[in-house]
Nanobody, 121 residues
Framework: QVQLVESGGGLVQAGGSLRLSCVASGLIFSNYGMGWFRRAPGKERQFVAVISWSGGTTNYADSVKGRFTISRDNAKKTVYLQMNSLKPEDAAVYYC??????????????WGQGTQVTVSS
């Protein structure tokens, strides 16, 4: 059974930083591209960032480029999202996803339950 468990969300002031983590189990982690997505209240789920199985390729939504960094540690079966210079519009539930072709399709096969990020102005 595949499980993706996110952590690291919370309340932060605008301009602050958070690091999200997502630990995977039940799959060969190093085979999968990984991604982060978010959903704000009343809005559709939005792509944030993806990373290839090796970590050699990353891609970001324009709205987070230069502020967010996605990375992974295959030995720990963990993907991270470092979020700096947070803005109120970054507030959302953040989801981690795994997919063999997620870097090109931005579509995940497996999903976590999400972690809440709140940014106060």
């Amino acid at each position: 059974q595949v499980q993706l468990v996110e952590s690291g969300g919370g309340l932060v002031q605008a301009g602050g930083s958070l690091r999200l983590s997502c630990v995977a189990s039940g799959l060969i982690f190093s085979n999968y591209g990984m991604g982060w997505f978010r959903r704000a209240p009343g809005k559709e789920r939005q792509f944030v960032a993806v990373i290839s199985w090796s970590g050699g390729t990353t891609n970001y939504a324009d709205s987070v480029k230069g502020r967010f960094t996605i990375s992974r540690d295959n030995a720990k079966k963990t993907v991270y999202l470092q979020m700096n210079s947070l803005k109120p519009e970054d507030a959302a539930v953040y989801y981690c996803a795994a997919g063999l072709n997620i870097v090109t399709t931005q579509k995940g096969t497996f999903w976590g339950q999400g972690t809440q990020v709140t940014v106060s102005s």
